[in-house]
């Protein structure tokens, strides 16, 4: 570690050899993903477009999940472990409001009004959940050692199972859905309808989002908040207020996404949000962690990407989703943390 | 770095100190479960068998294992592992496939028990594969470190917690349906382990030459031997070169590497020492359950993980005192005080099925109230207590704080001279 002029002169073409290598590894990696998903197609066309689609439609899901994991990182570098169970929560809280509550579970008029609803119950729902983690255990953690923070995340996120685990029970549970899996078919495939409402409601949230954050006062608030904390503070602005609303955000994503996937999914099991909350991760940091369209774009492609090795004639199967899901998370880790989007950083001294 | 250092004689004998009381500690424990217990009255044995079972009890000093070990890596060198599990079912599968009829393709036999020198498959001698087991999770926890290591240490956190999903997996996978040869057992365990070989012991009464699953107590002995090994180590590496320059890792990466400490080397030899440990826990723990099956989860990295927090991160003693709670709470104290509560109140309360909440409870009011454990190193108070330094001098309280701070250190320094006792972490550099 000790670096005159003369060794730094030295290790530069040593970095830029194993930089070289690093990259060339890479796209072997992607080439070879890339002549696999050929492969399959050509083989069992069909097939292969129905399981797409299904990774679309898990992808926006993923996509909305890993927006409150961009905002939340994006602002206090933290990673909320507990968010995917958020989400979770949000799954039951949906089915119970939608079908229980309201007693909907037929098509029509009704229904939908009754949907959007739970849509605006859902978001507030998570949103509220999420501030009080903020206010309750985060905020007092925030001058902490790092360790603290994300252990307390970790912490959360068993006691919202747990709660998910009294309230939904252990087995998963079935509920109707509103939207229904009528859908158009083309060429024996088919496109069902939810999966238009799944990609249109990520992408006004989507828009939305983006509005609120390169737009509004309150976004540029964050951003400043996100920059440098204490700078904020010194130009006059409230800097928990603006933690609370980044939280608030974020969880409002995970509502939207818990009512899309009781619609599209249709089961609740309390112990979907760990692995869902973790896939969703790795989508925000193949996004480029702290990137709005990043995020979504991520989802997007890690939905795709299980979907093949779950669904595809040549792929590992189910058995190996996770496997496949973490190596792709490590191999993105070493070769290229910053994600598809983001700039790369250093760590902050 | 002053040397205030009691005279030799002193010092030699508070470094007896603690095997002295180790040993003492686990000689009662022994006795009394191998030649009292028998004896007593049936009251006594029903109240242990319902509360401290014997095989609760050697269980709980797997768990002791593993939460020194996990304590190298989270306490000293301050790296979140969320993943140590994987450790924990590397070492499990090793003992498995070294200690059994699996490979019955070969005919290995290195020191195992002489009743199986003429069974097909690996037998080797339960205390070769310890250290095996060991090294070969170390040098896992080097392959996963070195590429990551560099990252920041919240990603590191979550590639460790990828690889203790990936790798239960693989157990879960290892089936010859899905690989095409049968690496293990797939969802079924690896059964039957062999005992662990007794040699020269046998020739003692009431000691079998192959210690199964019954013989309880004297397993305890040997799992006792393993924690203490790791106790041994864990202590020793703390205080030579390797275990300060850990401390200043976790105290301040960047001051650290500016000092000359190597931050990669550091780390990575942190990682594969933890993971080392976690592999000797492995085997015991594969000896203690007789088999090996695929049903190691996030839990069991978080139930370590949480044994080290509640304990006292950095501190062996506060960690063991930590594991020994948590696992006996989890494997016989919650469901037994459940029973009982059940049966006072007239209720019907599933206590078992709420540890997870608890501990999710605790881990958080921990973090808010008690950062540093129940019993913390002292230099781990400090800098749990101590908030960042930036933040310090916005609020223009650092001048207070290092007050505070030298008081404490003036207080610790007294305190060391007068007691002189052997405790970790307060005079290193001392006599290095």
Known sequence: ?349 | MTATSPPVNRRRLGSLAWPLGFTLAVILIFIFYRYWLPDSVDQVQKFVADWFPPAVINQCVIWVIMAIGLNVVVGYAGLLDLGYVAFWAIGTYVGAWLMSGWFFQVHWHIGGPPTLNKAPGIHISFWLVVIFAGAFCALWGVLIGAPTLRLRSDYLAIVTLGFGEIIPQVFANGDSEHLGFALTNGQQSIVPIDGIGTGVFSQLKGVNPQLGVFDLPYRFLVFCLVAAFCVFVSLRLRRGRLGRAWLAIREDELAASMMGVSLVRAKLSSYAVGAFFGGMGGVCYAVAVGGASPNFSFNNSITILMMVVLGGMGNVWGVIIGALIVSWVNLAGLSQFGDWYNNQFNTNIDFPSYNFLIFGIILVLMMLFRREGLLPESRTRLIMREPARTELETLGADIEAAEEEDEVILEEETEDELVGTETTGRSDGGNA
């Open chain 1, 1 to 349: 570690m000790t670096s005159t002029t003369a060794t730094a002169g030295l290790l530069k073409p040593r970095v830029r050899l194993t930089e070289a290598v690093e990259r060339a590894v890479g796209i072997a990696i992607v080439l070879g993903v890339v002549a696999w998903i050929i492969y399959n197609f050509v083989d069992e066309p069909t097939q292969c477009f129905s399981v797409m689609l299904t990774g679309l439609n898990n992808g926006a899901l993923y996509a909305l999940v890993a927006l409150g994991y961009t905002l939340v990182y994006g602002i206090i570098e933290l990673i909320n472990f507990a968010h995917g169970d958020l989400f979770m929560l949000g799954t039951i809280f949906a089915a119970n409001f939608l079908v229980n509550w309201l007693g909907v579970d037929t098509r029509g008029l009704g229904p939908v009004l009754a949907l959007a609803l739970t849509f605006v119950m859902a978001m507030i729902f998570c949103a509220s959940i999420n501030m009080g983690a903020e206010f309750f255990a985060y905020r007092r953690l925030r001058r902490a050692p790092k360790l603290a923070p994300l252990i307390t995340a970790v912490g959360l996120s068993f006691v919202f199972q747990n709660i998910g685990l009294k309230w939904n029970g252990s087995a998963p549970k079935q509920w109707p859905s509103v939207i229904g899996n009528n859908g158009i078919t083309i060429d024996g495939v088919l496109i069902r309808y939810s999966l238009f409402v799944t990609l249109g409601v990520t992408a006004v949230l989507l828009f939305i989002l983006t509005y609120i954050v390169q737009r509004t006062k309150q976004g540029k608030a964050m951003r400043a908040t996100a920059q440098d904390q204490d700078g904020a503070r010194l130009m006059g602005i409230n800097v928990d207020r603006t933690i609370s609303f980044t939280f608030a955000l974020g969880g409002a994503m995970a509502g939207a996404a818990a009512v899309l996937s009781v619609e599209t999914l249709g089961t609740t099991r309390y112990d979907q949000g760990f692995q869902f909350g973790l896939i969703a991760f790795t989508a925000a940091v193949l996004g480029g962690i702290g990137n709005l369209v990043g995020a979504v774009v991520g989802g997007l492609l890690i939905g795709l990407v299980q979907a093949a090795n779950d669904g595809f004639p040549h792929g590992f199967g189910q058995d190996w989703s996770q496997t496949v899901v973490f190596t792709i998370l490590i191999l993105l880790l070493v070769f290229k943390p910053e994600g598809i989007f983001g700039t790369r950083t250093t760590e902050k001294v």
